[in-house]
């Protein structure tokens, strides 16, 4: 589906972008050429995380149920578990042992908030695990919190998937029946969400508050599905309405992006475009750019730091100096994300790899302790 690698390719540019934007000496001084860009990537560019969560609901929906049941038994959902956590945490791992190191030598002479504290055993622990933000320890690198909420909406919606097969075997539903049954329990789900756990930020660190935007996503591939044109309009026009129902509840920019995003892959789901976007979307680079985009996404804050602190002992503090130094640091981002997708995210899901990397990572936070 090239349109989702497009999408994603170009949403994971605005992240980093925002990040560019938003840490380190240089976009303070770059903001005097150029503060318009500047303000709105920093402000707002945190909102296309909104883009990844729905279309990894959409991914979710086909991988787990695409006719609306679950693929497999049940007996295999601890293998889908533990296959999703080794997808995500190779390369997360990676990256994390980049960022450590990279803080590390250059804490002594790089004064800045945006450097992270040294870790301490059990704070690297939790990240190898995915639950730092569920034990309240300070994060490590920016992002690392999407990687977590990821894990936990998937083994979330791995739970709903099993829970309709087993209300299906009990109620002995047809498959119909059965597929009506699990789109009403994400439907459900997403509604709690968006109407209720949403409204709570302290809820921010776990699935619940994300669910809607997922749920979104997966409704979306059952919507995109359906063959009957007149029954996937009253489906397309029940998401829609319940979106904006969720919307005048309360407005959010952030879950009218999600609603947006769901409503145009179901579309184009529908359509047959996500295989066959236009030309102009399916170009070589933005392809090639939204293979790459999880490991861009985990890999370019070592980077922004590095670039940041070598930029300010180089003394580096005019306004165009500034911009050419972000410009490198974006360019320096992507051929890094290269070298991690090549060497680590494309390799098979091994547990002897993501186990090796936790112990690299546990080692590096011990050797930057002594």
Known sequence: MPLLDTAKGLACLVIVAHHLCRYG???????????????????HGRLAVQIFLVIAGFLAAGSLAPEGVLRTGSAGAWH???????RLAMPYLAALCVTVLVAAAIRPWFHNEVVPAAPVFTQLLAHGLLIQ?????EALSTGVWYVAIDFQ???LALVVVTLAEWLQRRWRLRAGRAAWLLAVLVLSLAMASLFAFNLRSELDGTALYFVGSYGLGMLAFWIGRIRSRAHWGAALALLASLGAAALAWDWRIR?????????????AQRRGALAAPPAWLASRPL?????????????????????????????ADTPGLCLLDM???LALAIGAAALLHRWVESRPASGRLTASLMAVLLASGALVAA
């Open 153 to 155: 909406l998937f083994v």
């Open 80 to 86: 889908r578990v533990w296959q999703r956590y080794a």
């Open 255 to 267: 879950i009218a992006i999600a609603l947006a995003t769901a409503l145009l892959l179901a579309v």
């Open 133 to 137: 933000d569920l034990l309240g320890y």
């Open 327 to 329: 410009a490198l640091a």
């Open 25 to 43: 000496p240089l976009p303070e001084a770059a903001a005097a050429l150029s503060p318009g860009p500047i303000g709105w990537f920093a402000e």
């Open 287 to 315: 392809l090639w750019l939204g293979r790459i985009s999880y490991s861009l996404f985990l890999i370019h804050f070592p980077v922004i730091l590095l670039v940041n602190a070598l930029a300010s002992l180089a003394g």
